[in-house]
């Protein structure tokens, strides 16, 4: 099968660099490019593509872009490709509904490989993603079958302090010196917090954050998860 392949991004450089690399695949096609998300969708109705490799992270082009382009053509899957990722931008993309995920400095056959895989009906994480959520303890499918409960939850302004700070990805250590405590302090209203939301691991903590608007997942874009 030849997969049909749009790409969608604002910087003219990476959609330069991407069609050349897919274009070296005797299985891949790159049927359009799109550089907002008006034209990403036309383009999905026209080409009903296989594949569209986004950068999620890039103006416009973020959680509702995806959803709406799913909405387009439900068997079109979404391949994220960003530079290095949060551990909220991964979150904010598997849930829009991005099916794989990669970096922009993978390198060529890794890249291919996800184009192809993906379309194959798999899964595809590159090495230094899973990395990340290696180090948030994340587990994937787990996070797209239990979702959060919508019951209010009431946080107080330092609970929320440290919730919004989890999610960026900072230590226990970095934690405590931005909100002059200790860490033993900020362990405490983890397990508070954890408490309230009913839930038991770190990933679900950054979940809840990225649902109720505590972060942007684009302002972390350049940030290393810690």
């Keep these: 099968m030849i997969v049909r392949t749009l790409l969608a991004d604002r910087s003219e450089l990476a959609l330069i660099g991407m069609r050349t690399i897919l274009e070296g695949s005797t299985r891949i096609e790159v049927v359009g490019v799109a550089r907002d998300p008006i034209a990403m969708e036309a383009l999905i109705v026209r080409h009903r593509p296989h594949v569209v490799l986004i950068d999620h992270t890039a103006e416009g082009f973020g959680a509702q872009a995806v959803k709406n382009g799913l909405r387009r053509s439900k068997k079109t899957r979404f391949i994220a490709i960003t530079p290095d990722p949060s551990t909220a931008a ?26 192809t895989q993906t379309a194959d009906g798999s899964k595809f994480f590159c090495g230094k993603v899973l990395d990340v959520l290696r180090k948030a303890s994340f587990d994937v499918e787990q996070f797209l079958e239990e979702p959060l409960s919508c019951d209010p939850v009431a946080l107080s302004e330092r609970e929320s302090q440290v919730v919004t700070l989890i999610a960026e990805g900072k230590s226990y250590t970095r934690i405590a010196e931005e909100l002059n405590l200790s860490s033993h302090t900020v362990i405490a209203h983890r397990r508070n917090i954890m408490q309230k939301l009913g839930v038991n691991n770190t990933a679900a903590v950054v979940l809840y954050a990225v649902k109720n608007g505590f972060i942007s997942p684009n302002k972390f874009l350049f940030e290393s998860t810690v």
């Design 90 to 115: 991964l979150m904010s993309a598997i849930r829009a509904g991005v099916t794989s995920y990669i970096r922009k400095d993978c390198d060529v056959q890794e890249i291919k490989d996800a184009v």
